[in-house]
T-cell receptor, first 116, second 114 residues
Framework: AQKVTQAQTEISVVEKEDVTLDCVYE???????LFWYKQPPSGELVFLIR??????QNEISGRYSWNFQKSTSSFNFTITASQVVDSAVYFC?????????????FGKGTKLTVNP | GAGVSQSPRYKVAKRGQDVALRCDPI?????LFWYQQALGQGPEFLTY????????KSGLPSDRFFAERPEGSVSTLKIQRTQQEDSAVYLC????????????FGDGTRLSIL
């Protein structure tokens, strides 16, 4: 019932290219939250952004931007002018609020490699 | 430290041994989570505490897995009679209460079962 799909397993770009990471989710809940996390080679998951199901405003933070579209159940992440330091695995996650649990349901991740 | 602390960082055990993994959450964080991350996969939810109460253990794969948080702070994930398929990175996260709160993750414990 709750699922996150990141269809892109690996993406490789050259520095300064723009890149979009796709995320499609499934849930029956009307209230839910979506997150993006970054996992660099060191391994620690780093929180990037949170979006709730009632707020479809797009968000921009520096070179990062997020496009949330409820109509297509998508929450895509774009990095503008990519840099080598952006190389990491990026995870999209859903907090479905099913039964009151605060657990996160993660996608399988997209490994981004930015080459100099 | 200011972040979530997990120990040990690496653990090697022989099949059949019991292991205990420790998580020290961010001070003041009510919620604590355990996830299992296999190589090349996303984290999979195991269990979740709010203070000392274990509110969701639906992700624990078998009764060999047990978690506790007796005083509402430090948590321990115990795996009994380990099997090779238990080899993974075990991640702990903590947050303020509420599904909208971002979870902050530790570095994880890499468990290898020989």
């Amino acid at each position: 019932a709750q699922k996150v799909t990141q269809a892109q397993t690996e993406i490789s770009v050259v520095e300064k290219e723009d890149v979009t990471l796709d995320c499609v989710y499934e849930t029956r809940d009307t209230t839910y939250y979506l997150f993006w996390y970054k996992q660099p080679p060191s391994g620690e998951l780093v929180f990037l952004i949170r979006r709730n199901s009632f707020d479809e405003q797009n968000e921009i933070s520096g070179r990062y931007s997020w496009n949330f579209q409820k109509s297509t159940s998508s929450f895509n992440f774009t990095i503008t002018a990519s840099q080598v330091v952006d190389s990491a695995v990026y995870f999209c996650a859903l907090s479905p609020w099913e039964g009151g649990s605060e657990k996160l349901v993660f996608g399988k991740g997209t490994k981004l490699t930015v080459n100099p | 430290g200011a972040g979530v602390s997990q120990s040990p960082r690496y653990k090697v055990a022989k099949r059949g041994q019991d292991v205990a993994l420790r998580c020290d959450p961010i001070s003041g964080h009510v919620s604590l989570f355990w996830y299992q991350q296999a190589l090349g996969q996303g984290p999979e939810f195991l269990t979740y505490f709010q203070n000392e109460a274990q509110l969701d253990k639906s992700g624990l794969p078998s009764d060999r897995f047990f978690a506790e948080r007796p005083e509402g702070s430090v948590s321990t994930l115990k795996i009994q009679r380990t099997q090779q398929e238990d080899s993974a990175v075990y991640l702990c996260a903590s947050s303020l209460a509420g599904p909208n709160q971002p979870q902050h993750f530790g570095d994880g414990t890499r468990l290898s079962i020989l």
